[in-house]
């Protein structure tokens, strides 16, 4: 899938080994789910996204460093 993605959207030229995978691997599964059930509209909207996210890094800007500690609740917040 990620060839055949990259050969229909020349905007992926944007992206990183790692921001590539996360796009292909998100296509594949809303590929197959909009084919199971038949509704396209997520899988556009999830296209359109990744698309948009194409146009920032063209314009040159970069992903934001997420935090998995803190995003995994294994912070603390608040007073202790």
Known sequence: ????LRSLFAWTAVFDDE???RYVGEMQKWVFTAKDLGAYDTLLQVQASWRG???????????VEVDDEYLSGAAAVGPG
């Open 53 to 63: 996210t194409a146009e920032a890094y063209a314009e040159g800007l970069t992903p």
């Open 1 to 4: 899938m990620k060839d055949a």
């Open 19 to 21: 921001a590539l995978d």
